[in-house]
């Protein structure tokens, strides 16, 4: 399924100018081969359903994130994801999480330090 909406989105970015080329990841059979296909056909924006146990409480996490990417080199060198940081919240802490500035800081700050740890690993 994938594999067609990729190839109908890349034509139509490819014929409209003021369009970002996309694409949509599912985890299904092939994903890598066609995930490929539309980095080299040009995609800068994606869409994507992640499903995970968080860690900690173990809930189950379903979250639709946007993505934009920026290349250069065939690497990317700036990613900026989108998603419902409340709605992710509730579903990873709890009902009564996620609303308020000082719990998004904290998250932001956790989230910090683990990318910093993994990049020194």
């Known amino acids: 399924m ?3 909406l990729h190839a109908w989105t890349l034509e139509f970015a490819r014929r ?3 369009c970002l080329p996309p694409a949509t990841f599912f985890p299904e059979p092939g994903v890598v081969d066609y995930v490929r296909r539309a980095h080299e056909a040009g995609a ?3 869409h994507r359903t992640a499903r995970y146990s968080f860690a900690g409480p173990g809930r ?3 979250t639709e994130i946007e993505a934009l990417f920026r290349f250069e080199d065939d690497l990317i060198v700036h990613h900026h994801d989108e998603f419902g940081f409340r709605r992710w919240s509730k579903m990873a802490h709890g009902r009564l999480s996620g609303w308020t500035p000082m719990w998004r800081k904290t998250i932001r700050d956790r989230a910090a330090q683990q990318l910093d ?4 690993a």
Not at 117 to 120: E, I, R
């Open 44 to 46: 800068k924006i994606a």
């Open 117 to 120: 740890q993994l990049g020194s």
């Open 16 to 18: 409209t100018p003021e």
């Open 60 to 62: 189950e996490v379903v």
């Open 2 to 4: 994938s594999v067609d």
